[in-house]
């Protein structure tokens, strides 16, 4: 097997959402998640073929069909790790503040809180209800029941009526589904900053890292929040393992799940742990704890040293669990 | 012609007091700051321009511009609830989850980035007040609050008088002015041709970019402007560099967040700014006063030199 790693710098503080979600508080881990870092490698890779970004996808159901992601694992059979700051020295610094969430505290229609661009009176929806009824988009009977609606409710409805036949509603709003009352919920949102992480991808063969120097210096959107581009492009390397204590340089799974006869890694000591959702054939995603880097163990580990002092420890058992089923 | 990658680096300049909203403590007005680890592995808190509150005014100030300028789509959309349709939408992107509707999400081509301020600084506390002003009956006489409350009650005012006649003094944490912040905006694959929209996307982009630099601020004072430094030559010029492209062959100006010297700041900034080739048909970068033409003049709809751009 063999490695390739790549410097992200990013170009502001970053967000990568943890689970379980919350609408309350949304927490960000400390590294780039192994699935993050995977799309966002691809997306790199689109566009520095020129060619256009996949359109995105609402899913909507339990069952993952891993055909339909995109990402380095389904599409050019190699396998992420994840992307960690270097050193302790440069772990990344965490802080929160508030933001206002975009979600209402009830379902329904909103009676248009936000910023009034725009106020239509009376006539003005009558005339766009005409003018939908003469599409063949709206009938005499929508017409009546605004009238009896529109007694009943006031500028803000009319308002919410007006935005709805914009986007092509197909019947009048009643004014019993508008919420009277809502608020916008504040959260506290997580941010961290790091001058670099250094991203790892691994494969069967070598030329399957071939294009990743390709992407040097392009950028695009990395996580829930932030922006980053790739400032450095390093050698491939063959994977070899050494036995002994280490701390790991990336998260390192916690549970020994498939049955490797020789794989005899310990943990000592657990930093976190994290709930992490990773790529897996048989199932889509999988959810598992892995300990946070910095956790030390005992066992097989590759100690990559990346460039000058700039040495990773990456365990065996992770590269093992995420590239499970993708390549052997 | 090609769809084409718009980068906006500037160093940008508190003109005057500014407060960047976070939570508030009991009679504070906080502001947010963000947090860094230097190089030698401390954490320390900077004051803070986020890249969130810089799209918000920049999105703002777009919806209000294309309204203006006649669009009829935009007058369905807003914040937060956006429309996932308008031309402001398809570039700033937009998420409608309306249940029995249309659901979706547009991604947004546009980022914003930066905003860690350059020097160490705490922010300044101050004390406010809202001295109460009205027009009563008798003229212009002292300060009296019984009369005032009297007037309110009169005017059709019920409840919360005491408050409206006799203020509290709070007080308000501010960004100070003359602090400095690198903001980056990264924006990809726009559309040169204005089409049936009413601006083109690198049009929107570089007007956002501009008005947001007067609006930005909550509450009042308002504003920011790009820091202008004898960088280039013998003459003062802004801290700016634009980059349009179709494949990106630039050193990215990118300051380290845990910078704290100005100076070392500027000369990292001018070091990378410098590191390009201007290659045809693939990247071009312009620095300074041509940096601010070229946005000023993209923004308006006049023509520009970039050969990207019709």
């Not at chain 1, 991203?199 to 959107?221: P, Q």
């Not at chain 2, 009296?144 to 009297?150: A, G, L, P, S, V």
């Amino acid at each position: 097997m063999f490695i390739r790693a790549v410097k992200v710098k990013p170009t502001s503080p970053l967000t990568f959402r943890k689970i379980p979600f919350s609408h309350k508080t949304i927490e960000s881990y400390k590294f780039i998640p192994p699935t993050t870092l995977s799309g966002f490698l691809y997306r790199l890779k689109l566009l520095s073929e020129g060619n256009p970004l996949p359109s995105p996808a609402y899913f909507k159901k339990n069952n993952v069909n891993l055909v339909e992601y995109y990402c380095l694992e389904t599409k050019e059979n190699i396998v992420s790790l994840g992307a960690y700051a270097c050193s302790k020295l440069q772990e990344p610094a965490k802080f929160s503040s508030v933001r206002m969430g975009y979600q209402v505290l009830k379902s329904g229609h909103s009676l248009g809180i936000d910023i009034k661009l725009y106020d239509p009176d009376y006539q003005q929806v009558l005339q766009l209800i005409h003018k939908k009824i003469d599409e063949g988009k709206l009938d005499k009977g929508d017409l009546e029941i605004f009238e009896e609606e529109a007694k009943k409710g006031d500028a803000a409805y009319l308002k919410g009526v007006y935005q709805k036949l914009l986007n092509d509603e197909k019947d009048i709003p009643k004014y019993s589904t508008f919420n009277k009352e809502e608020r916008r919920a504040p959260l506290d949102w997580e941010y961290i900053i790091a001058e670099n992480f250094i991203g790892l991808v691994v494969a069967s063969e070598e030329e399957k890292l071939y294009w990743l120097e390709d992407i040097e210096n392009y950028s695009f959107k990395l996580g829930k929040e932030g922006y980053a581009f790739i400032a450095e492009v390093y050698p491939i390397r063959e994977l070899y393992f050494t036995e002994g204590e280490f701390e790991s340089s990336t998260i390192i799974p916690l549970v020994a799940q498939y049955d490797f006869d020789d794989d005899k890694t310990e943990l000592s000591e657990i930093k976190g742990p994290e709930n992490l959702y990773y790529l897996q054939p048989e199932t889509g995603i999988k959810k598992e704890l892995f300990g946070e880097p910095g956790s030390k163990a005992r066992g097989e580990y590759f100690s990559y040293s990346v460039k000058g002092d700039l040495t990773l420890n990456i365990p065996k058992t992770l590269i093992r669990r995420l590239s499970h089923g993708f390549i052997s | 012609m090609p769809r084409i990658n718009l980068d906006i680096y500037s160093i940008v300049e508190a003109t005057q007091e500014l407060h960047f909203g976070n939570q508030k403590d009991l009679n504070v007005n906080r502001i947010e700051l963000a947090k860094i680890t230097t190089r030698e592995g401390e954490e320390r808190e900077k004051l803070y321009m986020s890249p969130t509150k810089v799209r918000g005014v920049a999105r703002r100030a777009l919806l209000y511009k294309l309204n203006e300028l006649g669009d009829e789509n935009v007058k369905s959309c807003g914040m937060p609830a956006t429309c996932g349709k308008c031309d402001l939408c398809k570039l700033f992107g937009g998420l409608s989850t309306t249940s029995g509707g249309e659901e979706g999400a547009i991604a947004s081509r546009v980022f914003q980035a930066g905003g860690v301020a350059i020097q160490e600084a705490t922010p300044d506390i101050k004390q406010r007040l809202s001295s109460p002003t009205y027009l009563l009956e008798d003229g212009v006489t002292s300060y009296d609050q019984k009369k005032i409350e009297e007037h309110l009650k009169k005017i059709g005012i019920k409840s919360g008088t005491s408050r409206l006649s006799k203020p509290m003094p709070y007080e308000k944490e501010y960004v100070q002015a003359s602090a400095l912040f690198p903001i980056y905006w990264h924006s990809h694959l726009l559309d040169p041709e204005k089409g049936e929209r009413k601006m083109s996307e690198p049009q929107m982009v570089a007007f956002s970019f501009l008005e947001m630099l007067k609006r930005i601020g909550a509450g009042h004072p308002k504003g920011a402007e790009i820091v202008h430094e004898k960088w280039l030559k013998d003459e003062k010029e802004p801290m700016l560099v634009v980059d349009i492209y179709i494949e990106p062959l630039g050193k990215r100006p990118v300051i380290s967040p845990a910078e704290t010297d100005i100076k070392a700041a500027f000369e990292e900034f001018t070091s990378k700014a410098l590191k390009s080739n201007n290659v045809e048909g693939k990247f071009e970068r312009y620095l300074g006063n041509e940096g601010e033409q070229l946005l000023r003049n993209l923004a308006s709809g006049e023509p520009v030199s970039s050969q990207f751009i019709a």
